[in-house]
């Protein structure tokens, strides 16, 4: 079932004249990973504040078009939107980690024995069960972000908006983050995740959606993350990359298993 | 010629949880150092000793021939330019150019010299042409970039970053790799906390892995990267090149994305024959 739907979606932010999204039209379906790629300023963090109602309700501004939720205009089921910035996400409310994991659970009035098994999971699946009894100011930036993203799951949304969700973590943090938001979109839930790590998105995303201007330049499969053009853009994984620039032929493959393959 | 850097026998604790221990290392001018380790290793512990902001628990850390014990962090600024990890929050001017220029009229230069280092830093990386706009109008990836610019308009004899791509896209990461290529090669030490492989393995040289507070490596990035076997103890992956070049044994393990086409261009111009 489409979760998302944008239809000829423009975004105007407060005080400008240049829209920040212009004509955005895409669909996510449960059960699909989709990543949002460009380059900085492209529109991809805009079109999750959309998305996820903050804007324009929350942020002001000016919005043209059609943004459903599972049809309706008010939505269907939650939505958790995980910011490029962790620490501006804390709740500020809690002095352990199982306490912020569980701020939100809380206040959606769930009972007790729901919240605590819901948080043990997101503590579990995010890898940071050891965390469970640090405050969350003396996390590095890595371990919060990870927290954030715990904190948005125990509440079990059915649409996942995700801002560069691994900017911060190392290369074991990152994995976690991934093989979780694969995961969780296979269990039936929406992911739509903006990232500038197109190695792993093209690991394992389903589509991809590239934005250039508040526009969208191209929508496809994964392996459009191969494609001349967006390698051409800069957009291209390292794999893909290397391939072109050695002048060899196209289709390019977008991963080390699809290089090895071709490679023989 | 002293170093740029040098951290003797350091030791720091955060209260009874030790973040750092008995750390030895030096840069030399123009040194490219990778400081590299897992969430939690200690790099961003190891940044603000460097910068004064902490002051170690035991042994010394020098810039140049200052012990940073004796200075404050306002005053180790004449030699140290850094950028934190969080560097979009940290502007507060009006105007991009005046939050670049803060650094040098905070160290006292002539208004001359302080417009000449500031247009310097900015054309570095290409912000000249956002230096009359309020910072929090641009992207936080701009105000990032800006950070950088008022680190390099210090003119300082060590850069320290942490994180400097993080939120970057591949062609404003391309911006900050020429901008300290440049300096670098004008003789500036620079240690660059990052996650970011990549971009360490196209920009730098030699590699510092923090494991648990502990320096577990010291060694070229070029044969660190190569070393699977290795890397994953000490939290790290093989960047994409790395791994590519180790998969199709290309030879030499070349770990740069030039390098690394060149020689696939080569191997695969050798197995179709005359």
Not at chain 2, 77 to 96: E, P
Request: charge should be neutral; aromatic fraction near 4%.
């Amino acid at each position: 079932m489409t979760r998302l739907a944008l239809e000829h979606v423009s975004f105007w932010y407060p005080a400008t004249a240049a829209p920040a999204l212009a004509d955005v039209s895409l669909a996510v379906a449960d059960g699909e990973v989709v990543a949002l790629v460009g380059h900085v300023g492209a529109g991809a963090s805009t079109l999750l504040l959309v998305a996820g109602d903050l804007a324009p309700r929350v942020l002001g501004g000016r919005l043209e078009g059609r943004v459903t939720c599972a049809g309706t205009a008010t939505g269907a089921g939650r939505r958790g939107i995980v910011l490029p910035t962790p620490w501006t996400q804390l709740s500020g409310m809690a002095s352990t980690v199982w306490d912020e994991v569980a701020f939100g659970p809380a206040n959606l009035g769930w009972p007790k024995d729901e919240i605590t098994r819901q948080v043990e999971r997101a503590l579990e699946r995010l890898e940071i069960t050891p965390l469970r009894a640090r405050d969350p100011a003396t996390l590095s930036g890595g371990e919060l972000q990870r927290v954030i993203v715990a904190g948005i799951l125990a509440m079990d949304p059915v649409l996942l908006l995700c801002d560069e969700p691994t900017a911060e973590l190392d290369p074991a943090g990152a994995r976690a983050v991934w093989r979780l938001l694969h995961a969780t979109a296979r269990e039936g839930r929406a992911v739509l995740v903006a990232t500038s790590d197109l190695d792993a998105a093209a690991e394992v995303v389903d589509r991809v959606v590239w934005l250039e201007g508040g526009r969208v330049a191209g929508a496809g499969t994964r392996s459009l993350l191969a494609a001349d053009a967006m390698c051409a853009a800069g957009l291209g994984t390292t794999v893909a990359g290397v391939w072109r620039a050695a002048g060899l032929a196209a289709p390019y493959p977008a991963t080390l298993a699809e290089a090895v393959q071709r490679w023989g | 010629m002293s170093p740029a850097l040098r951290a003797d026998h350091v030791s720091f604790a955060y209260g009874p949880t030790p973040a750092l221990v008995d750390v030895s290392f030096a840069l030399a001018p123009g040194d490219r150092v990778a400081l590299l380790g897992r969430n939690g290793a200690g790099k961003s512990t190891l940044v603000k000793l460097v910068t004064g902001l902490l002051r170690p628990g035991a042994g010394s850390v020098w810039v140049d021939d200052w012990d940073t014990r004796d200075r404050a962090p306002e005053a180790l600024a004449r030699r140290v330019g850094s950028v934190f990890q969080h560097a979009d929050q940290q502007l507060f001017a009006r105007t991009l150019w005046d939050d670049v220029s803060f650094g040098p009229r905070a160290l006292g230069l002539a208004p001359s010299e302080v417009a000449r280092r500031v247009a310097r830093a900015l054309a570095t990386l290409d912000l000249a042409g956002l230096a009359r706009e309020h910072p929090y109008d641009l992207p936080p990836a701009f105000r990032k970039l800006a950070a950088l610019a008022g680190a390099l308009a210090l003119e300082p004899v060590l850069l320290v970053l942490d994180e400097p791509t993080a939120g970057l896209d591949r062609a404003l990461r391309a911006r900050v790799a020429r901008a300290l290529g440049e300096r670098s090669a004008e003789g500036v030490a620079l240690l660059v906390v990052t996650h970011d492989l990549t971009f360490a393995a196209e920009t730098l040289e030699r590699g510092l892995v923090l494991d648990r507070g502990r320096l577990a490596c010291d060694e070229p990035l070029l044969t660190l990267l190569a070393a699977d076997d290795r890397l994953a103890p000490l939290g790290l992956a093989p960047p994409p090149v790395a791994a590519l070049s180790a998969a199709l044994l290309l030879p030499g393990r070349p770990i740069r994305a030039a390098d690394a086409a060149h020689t696939l261009a080569r191997v695969a111009a050798s197995r179709v024959g005359p």
